[in-house]
C-alpha cells in the first residue's frame, strides 16, 4: 500500500524543476508510504512520476517504485495489492516474461509488455489506483480498481496534467491553484461526503471505480471503463441463475474462502476488524479455517455502553480461537482525533465513524501492518435497514395515487411530533419505539414522494435543502440517485438502492473513510467481499436468495452458521456508531462554538444565520440535527484548515 503523484507538462520541463515538485508532491504522501520513496522523470517528455512505499510483498529493493518494464517502455507507480500476482506471474513466466523480483508491481508490468496495459488490467484482480507511462507511445493510463478501494484524483490544467492519492499532493504543485466548487459543498452537506465522480475543487475529477483515464501527447484525455458495474448488473438483472439455496450457500462459502485466502497473502504480519457483526465474523471465520495459527482480530470498546460491541466481538473471537486484542478507548481518546480530521480526509467527509475507524486502525497498527475487513457485505446481501424499510413502506403506498399519498401524508403531519412522543410515552419501555415523532413525519414525507428513487434520495440525505447553509450557491452537484436511472430494466426498488450504494455510498463515504483513517498510520486494509467475483456473482442471485429472502444477509449469516452458532452474531443492525450528540453538547461544544464563531464571520462559504439556528436547535435536544450539524462543523473545519 502506497501513495503515487505525478504530473505531465507535454511542453517538456527542467529536470530539478520536475524532480523538485514530484518530491513535494510525494513528501505530503509520507503517511501512505513511510518505507521507501522515489521518483522518475523524463524532461524530454517534461513528465513525471513519484512514489511512497509501505512495504507488504517482497520488502527487498526489488520493489522499489517508480519501476521501469524489463523492456524499458513501461513506467509505473503504484498503489494497492494485486492479489492474483502469483497466478498471473506463472502464466507470465509460460509465456516467456523474465522476473527479477517477486513484487506484484513487476507482474503488472510484465503483463503491460505481453498485452498492453488496456489488455492487462481485466486479469487485475486487486485493489489498487495506478499510473502507467508508455514511453514508447507517449501516453499516460491512470486506473482504477474496480469497487473504488483505492483513490485516485486528476485535473488538467492547459498542457499539465496532474493526478495523486489525495489531493494535498495537488496543492503541492506551485503552478496549481485550487478553486472551492460550492456546487459540491451543497452535495457535500446532504451526503456526509463529497459524491463522485467530483471533488471539492474545481476542474478535479476522482477516476471513477473501474475507470481508466488515456491521455495521449496532444490530445484530451479519454476516460473508459475496463470493469463496469452498470454493465455488470444489465448483464445480471435478466439473466439470474436458478440457484437452490444449499448450492448458493456452498457456492458463497467457496468464494469467500477463496478471496480470503488471496487478501492473507504478504510478507508481513496480518491481522483483522472483528465487530461481532455477521460480515466481520464471516471474514474472521474464513481466515481462521485457513490459518495456521491463531488470526490476530482487533475490537475497540467505548465507554457508553449502547455504542459498545466489544463483548459480542469478544464471544466470536473466543468461539473462533483467534488472538484477539480489545482496546478500551475514552471519550477524551476519541475527541482528540477531531482536529486532525480535515488533514487526514484532505477534503470534507463527516462520516462519523470516521473516528472509530481511525481509533481501530491505531491499535490495530501498533501490531500488524495488514488487516482484512468485511465492508461490502450490507450492499451486496442487502444488510441496510433502509432497504427493507424503504421495500415495505414503498411497495404498499406505490399503488395508490400520488394525491392520495400527499393528503395521507398531510394527515400524518398535521399531528405535531410532540403529540406523537407523549403518546409513545404511555407504552411500556419494551415496545417504546425511539424518536416516535419525527419517524412518523419522515414517513409522511416518505409516502408522499413521487418514486422508490425519491424516497432513497430522501433516505441518504442530512437535508432537504443544503443551500440554505451556504453562501452564494446556485445548483447542487449531482449525486448517486441521479445514475439509477442509467441501467435498463433495474426495476426491483431495492436492487435500485443496492446499485445506487455500490456506485456512490460505498466508494465514496465507506471506502473513502476507511482508506484515509487507515492510510494515516500506515496500515493496509483489505476487503474480500468487494472480490469482484463475489459482486457479479451476488447480482446473479435470484431475487428469493437476496432481495426477497426471508432475513437481511440471508445466504451470508447461512455461510456464518456453519464456523459460528448464530447466538453469537444475531442482534440488531448498530453501525460502527459514536455517541456524537453527547461529545458535541459536552467536551467537543467549545471547539465546535469556536470553529462555528470564526468561520460564519470570516468565511465566505457558511450562512451565518442558518448556522447559528441550527446549532441553537440542537443545543435544545434535538438529536435528529447531529449528523447535519456534524456534516456543517466539518465542512468548517475542513475550510479553516485549508484557508478556504
Known amino acids: 500500500m502506497c501513495g503515487i503523484a505525478g504530473l505531465w507538462r507535454q511542453s517538456g520541463g527542467d529536470p530539478a524543476d520536475l524532480a523538485q515538485v514530484v518530491n513535494a508532491m510525494t513528501g505530503s504522501l509520507a503517511h501512505r508510504g513511510p518505507d521507501d520513496s522515489g521518483h522518475w522523470q523524463s524532461a524530454a517528455d517534461g513528465i513525471a512520476l513519484g512514489h511512497r512505499r509501505l512495504s507488504i510483498v517482497d520488502l527487498s529493493p526489488g520493489g522499489h517504485q517508480p519501476m521501469i518494464s524489463s523492456d524499458g517502455r513501461y513506467i509505473i507507480t503504484f498503489n494497492g495489492e494485486i492479489y492474483n500476482y502469483r497466478a498471473l506471474r506463472a502464466d507470465f513466466i509460460g509465456r516467456g516474461a523474465r522476473f527479477r523480483s517477486e513484487s506484484d508491481t513487476e507482474v503488472i508490468l510484465e503483463g503491460c509488455i505481453l498485452d498492453g496495459v488496456v489488455g492487462m488490467l481485466p486479469k487485475l484482480n486487486g485493489m489498487f489506483a495506478l499510473a502507467i507511462f508508455d ?20 485535473t488538467h490544467v492547459g498542457p499539465l496534467t496532474l493526478f495523486a492519492s489525495e489531493l494535498k499532493a495537488l496543492r503541492a504543485v506551485p503552478w496549481w491553484r485550487p478553486q472551492l466548487d460550492m456546487g459540491v459543498a451543497a452535495a457535500f452537506l446532504r451526503h456526509s461526503c463529497v459524491p463522485g465522480p467530483i471533488a471539492i475543487y474545481k476542474d478535479v475529477r476522482k477516476l471513477p471505480p473501474g475507470g481508466l483515464a488515456i491521455i495521449r501527447a496532444g490530445q484530451e484525455c479519454r476516460e473508459e471503463h475496463y470493469w463496469s458495474l452498470k454493465d455488470v448488473v444489465e448483464r445480471s438483472v435478466g439473466n439470474r441463475q436458478d440457484f437452490g439455496e444449499a448450492e448458493a450457500v ?43 495459527a491463531p488470526v490476530r482480530t482487533f475490537t475497540a470498546s ?45 477534503e470534507p467527509f463527516a462520516d462519523s465513524s470516521q473516528i472509530p475507524t481511525h481509533l481501530i486502525s491505531l491499535l490495530t497498527r501498533r501490531h500488524v501492518t495488514v488487516a482484512l475487513s468485511g465492508d461490502g457485505g450490507d450492499e451486496l446481501f442487502t444488510g441496510y435497514n433502509r432497504y427493507h424499510w424503504a421495500e415495505r413502506l414503498w411497495s404498499p403506498f406505490a399503488r395508490v395515487p400520488a394525491p392520495l399519498r400527499e393528503i395521507c401524508g398531510s394527515a400524518l403531519r398535521a399531528i405535531p411530533q410532540g403529540a406523537y412522543d407523549a403518546i409513545s410515552a404511555l407504552l411500556p419501555a419494551a415496545c417504546r419505539p425511539q424518536q416516535p415523532g419525527f419517524n412518523v413525519h419522515r414517513i409522511a414525507d416518505l409516502i408522499a414522494l413521487p418514486s422508490i428513487d425519491a424516497v432513497y434520495r430522501r433516505l441518504v440525505s442530512h437535508t432537504a435543502n443544503p443551500n440554505a447553509f451556504l453562501r452564494n450557491v446556485r445548483d447542487e452537484a449531482g449525486a448517486w440517485s441521479d445514475q439509477i436511472d442509467l441501467v435498463k430494466n433495474l426495476r426491483d426498488p431495492v436492487d435500485r438502492m ?123 435536544g434535538s438529536d435528529r440535527q447531529q449528523y447535519l450539524v456534524w456534516n456543517v462543523l466539518m465542512l468548517a473545519d475542513w475550510a479553516r484548515a485549508w484557508r478556504m
Open 135 to 154: 514511453n514508447r507511445e507517449k501516453v499516460l493510463y491512470l486506473a482504477r480498481d474496480r469497487m473504488g478501494e483505492k483513490p485516485l484524483y486528476y
Open 302 to 346: 467505548f465507554e457508553h455502553d449502547q455504542f459498545d460491541e466489544s463483548a459480542y466481538a469478544e464471544a466470536v473471537a473466543r468461539h473462533l480461537g483467534t488472538d484477539h486484542t480489545t482496546v478500551r478507548v475514552s471519550g477524551a481518546e476519541a475527541c482528540g482525533v477531531v482536529p486532525k480530521l480535515a488533514d487526514m480526509y484532505d
Open 498 to 620: 443496492r446499485y445506487a450504494d455500490l456506485l456512490g455510498y460505498l466508494p465514496d463515504d465507506v471506502l473513502t473513510k476507511v482508506d484515509r483513517a487507515s492510510m494515516a498510520v500506515g496500515l493496509e486494509v483489505r476487503a474480500p467481499m468487494l472480490d469482484h467475483r463475489i459482486v457479479e456473482w451476488a447480482w446473479r442471485l435470484p431475487e428469493r436468495l437476496n432481495t426477497r429472502a426471508p432475513r437481511p444477509k440471508h445466504l451470508l449469516r447461512c455461510v456464518l452458521e456453519r464456523y459460528v452458532p448464530a447466538v453469537l452474531v444475531d442482534r440488531p443492525k448498530r453501525g460502527f456508531a459514536v455517541p456524537l450528540a453527547a461529545w458535541l453538547r459536552g467536551p467537543l461544544r467549545e471547539w465546535a462554538e469556536n470553529l462555528i464563531s470564526s468561520q460564519t464571520a470570516a468565511s465566505s462559504l457558511l450562512d451565518p444565520r442558518a448556522v447559528k439556528v441550527l446549532w441553537a436547535d440542537f443545543l435544545k
Open 250 to 292: 456452498d457456492a458463497l462459502d467457496a468464494l469467500l474462502r477463496d478471496a480470503v485466502s488471496l487478501r492473507m497473502i504478504g510478507d508481513v504480519p496480518l491481522g483483522a476488524f472483528l465487530s461481532g457483526g455477521y460480515d466481520s465474523s464471516t471474514i474472521v471465520a474464513m481466515m481462521q479455517a485457513t490459518a495456521s
